[in-house]
């Protein structure tokens, strides 16, 4: 989609520290993280948020949550333990409108948040 920070992201347009890339999923590491690990994974397919993928393709829905849970192990935290978040609409805070699962991790996490 053309506009979309995340499509150019995918695509190599723009840079980003990328930790996993494969056909169907780019994952990168926020620009503003708010944790030691702070990952972001996205399907290159555009979908505005998780309720558009999800309805879309289920097959791309759970290749992103098995990245995600894949860069978790990858950045070694998955035994401590961390969370997935997506963001989705004005409310939840959604600021860029292509599905995206933050992966965020590596000290204790405050719940619930604000
Ligand atoms: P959300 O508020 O859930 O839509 O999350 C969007 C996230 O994208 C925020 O955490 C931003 O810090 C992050 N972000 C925005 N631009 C970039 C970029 N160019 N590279 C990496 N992360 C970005």
Do not use: K
């Amino acid at each position: 989609m053309s506009d979309c920070l995340f499509c150019a992201i995918a695509a190599g347009d723009i840079p980003a520290d990328v930790v996993h890339a494969d056909d169907d999923v780019v994952a990168f590491r926020d620009l503003n993280p708010q944790a030691p690990v702070h990952v972001l994974v996205i399907p290159r397919a555009h979908y505005a948020n998780a309720g558009e993928l999800a309805a879309a393709d289920e097959h791309l829905t759970a290749r992103v949550l098995a990245a995600a849970a894949s860069v978790a192990r990858q950045e070694g935290i998955s035994d401590a333990g961390y969370r997935l978040v997506a963001n989705t609409g004005d409310d939840a805070g959604q600021s860029v409108h292509h599905v995206h699962v933050h992966v965020l991790g590596g000290r204790s996490l405050t719940w619930p948040p604000g």
